[in-house]
């Protein structure tokens, strides 16, 4: 028998310790909360039915983001969407975050939901995963061990599913330094305005001074159960100065690394086709915005 949403005990804890304890005091059943953007959601439709809702919005330090003084960002779990799309700390190739924040859904749900809880909930066509791997993020995580610190890249791993542990929550996203040169750019297609990606692509650049790559970072959304990273294609880039038949030849590395599904959002074959057009697209946008070499 279903149970009254009455019953739901509901905390506001003042430190990331005191959640971590009263998630682990209520066992499995308790659920941290952030936006409520999703959860909420899932509540009302009695798809779960928490013995206790853990807010995590009374945490100030959940709320800050910080430039660090060796160069990385680091953005608290509760920084909501809207806050991270106009990130005055995000510059340069960390502008592949606040690019995928600023095309998350609709301004309500910008100014509801959270990062942490975008990423805890590791939906796959959500928009923060494949930017962070391209950003190459690292996810602090608290639990009743203490913290620790993972690669953005091992914290996905597949639909819906995260390295996440019972009774962890997710503190911060931490961006590491990047060079002033470097540049980032996320690009998202959906079939409406403010829905979720039927397929995008986060990329992360370096030039040198004649404008030729010397490092890069690739990551597709919405084509399996969670980012992909194309090593291969990443390789193929470095030493180009992002040419048509370089990003042509890229792009047929990536496709052939993608494994999509068929669902509501379109079929695996039309997901296939998009990909290389948002390559495509993100890399004429980032070349377009550079200054030319000197
Ligand atoms: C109409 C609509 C459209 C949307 N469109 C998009 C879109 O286009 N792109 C996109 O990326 N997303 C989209 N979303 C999802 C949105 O970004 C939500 O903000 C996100 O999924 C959840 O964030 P939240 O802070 O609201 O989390 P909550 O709803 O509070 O929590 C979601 C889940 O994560 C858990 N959780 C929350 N915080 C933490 C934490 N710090 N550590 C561990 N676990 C935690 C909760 O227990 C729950 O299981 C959409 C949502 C809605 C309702």
Redesign the pocket.
């Known amino acids: 028998m279903l149970t009254s949403m009455t019953k739901t005990d509901f905390q506001k804890p003042k430190t990331v310790e005191e959640a971590v304890t009263l998630l682990k005091e209520a066992g499995d059943d308790a659920?941290?909360?952030?936006?409520?953007?999703?959860?909420?959601?899932l509540m009302n439709a009695r798809l779960v039915q928490p013995s206790r809702l853990v807010s995590?919005s009374a945490i100030d330090e959940l709320t800050q983001c910080t430039y660090q003084s060796d160069g990385s960002v680091r953005i608290g779990?509760m920084r909501r969407?809207r806050q991270t799309a106009f990130e005055s700390n995000l510059k340069a190739a960390h502008q592949v975050v606040s690019g995928a924040a600023s095309q998350?859904?609709n301004p309500p749900?910008r100014n509801?939901?959270?990062i942490?809880?975008?990423i805890?909930?590791a939906?796959p066509a959500?928009?923060?995963p494949p930017s962070l791997v391209a950003a190459n993020a690292e996810i602090e995580i608290a639990g009743p061990e203490g913290r620790r610190r993972i690669p953005a890249e091992e914290f996905f791993l597949g639909w819906y599913e995260t390295a996440?542990e019972p009774g962890e929550?997710?503190t911060a996203v931490i961006l590491p330094p990047v060079s002033e040169s470097s540049v980032g750019q996320y690009e998202k297609l959906c079939r409406i305005a403010?829905?979720?990606a039927l397929a995008s692509v986060a990329v992360t650049i370096d030039f040198n001074a004649s404008n030729t790559v010397t490092s890069l970072r690739l990551a597709v959304g919405g084509c399996g159960g969670g980012p992909i990273r194309v090593e291969a294609a990443e390789q193929a880039l470095i030493g180009t100065k992002l040419e048509l038949d370089a990003v042509v030849d890229a792009a047929e590395l990536v496709v052939a690394e993608l494994d999509p599904i068929d669902d509501v959002r379109g079929s695996a074959e039309y997901r296939l086709k998009v990909v290389p057009r948002l390559l495509q697209r993100a890399f004429n946008n980032l070349v377009e915005t550079r200054e030319p070499a000197q």
């Open positions: 659920r941290p909360i952030s936006g409520g953007a999703t959860l909420v959601a995590l779990a969407h998350i859904a749900v509801m939901g959270t942490g809880g975008s805890s909930f939906d959500a928009d923060y996440l929550i997710v403010g829905d979720f």
